[in-house]
């Protein structure tokens, strides 16, 4: 009984906080209808449009945003252009933040036309509206690694992706467990770091190495980046699977979008 009312203390804080989000929500609606800016048709829409937005081929989550604390994430792969687009705007209805990955420059070219202030990342391949939060607000404590530089478009993708949930995030690159001194270079970084996110192809060393320097969480992301028996990114991630230094945490192959999520969650309840 003592572990239940633990565990129901514990939910509060979430649930009041998503129970706030909704009242803001609804307040916003009716004073936009107090305000003629919206009929009552629109009003009515609106409330409904909080569950999911059915726009056939697709169901956008605006209640994501409330309950897990960050928008839905359009994944650009295999959708079209127009399709993106559509969905951004719909996200944008009700969130300030705007995450597009694995999608290219055609895909930008079309989308800041219609939506102010997107930024194309080059390196990662994806697009994002930055957050309002004032740099100086940013939450500290994550640090992306990679052991090298043909790593460094899953790394990015993790990097962004933390950065867009309210986080100060520092990254170095390039220091694989071949010259094991780059990394060495670098110790006070990563020992006052809350949680560190490793990105490496190959043979995935690079994780279990920081592993055992550092008493916070890793997530070892593998990469699919390597000669022919790493299998692309099977090889690494069975090293960092297999690791013998605990505390390791594994995303799936080119996952850096999963890392950078799973590291913002935790940051954020580590400062809270």
Do not use: W
Not at 42 to 64: G, M, Q, T, V, W
Not at 94 to 113: G, N, P, Q
Not at 208 to 227: A, D, E, K, Q, R
Request: glycine share 8%; charged share 25%.
């Amino acid at each position: 009984m003592n572990e239940i009312n633990k565990f129901k203390s514990s939910a509060e804080p979430v649930k009041k906080e998503f129970l706030n989000g909704i009242t803001s929500l609804i307040e916003k609606f009716l004073k936009d209808y107090r305000d003629c800016k919206i009929t009552e048709k629109d009003f009515i829409a609106e409330i409904k449009n909080l569950y999911f937005e059915d726009i056939e081929y697709a169901k956008i989550d605006h209640h994501r945003a409330l309950r897990r604390g960050f928008p839905e994430v359009v994944y650009g792969k295999n959708k079209t252009p127009p399709q993106i687009l559509e969905i951004s705007q719909k996200i944008l209805k009700y969130s300030d933040i705007l995450l597009v990955t694995r999608t290219d420059f055609s895909v930008y070219e079309l989308l800041k036309k219609h939506i102010k202030g997107i930024v194309f990342d080059k390196a990662a391949n994806l697009i994002y509206k930055p957050p309002k939060t004032p740099e100086e607000k940013l939450i500290e404590g994550i640090t992306v690694l990679c052991a090298g530089t043909t790593d460094i478009p899953v790394a990015e993708e993790a990097a962004v992706t933390a950065y867009l949930m309210g986080n100060k995030v520092k990254k170095i690159y390039d220091v694989g467990v071949a010259g094991i001194h780059r990394l060495l270079s670098y110790r006070d970084c990563l020992l006052n770091s809350n949680i560190i996110i490793a990105v490496a192809g190959m043979e995935g060393a690079l994780p279990g190495v920081v592993s055992s320097l550092v008493s916070c969480p890793v997530i070892g992301v593998p990469t699919s980046i390597g000669y022919g028996a790493s299998f692309s990114g099977l090889s690494p991630l069975l090293t960092m699977l297999n690791s013998c230094s605990p505390g390791i945490l594994v995303t799936n192959i080119d996952n850096g979008f999963g890392a950078g999520y799973s590291a913002g969650l935790i940051n954020k309840k580590i400062v809270k």
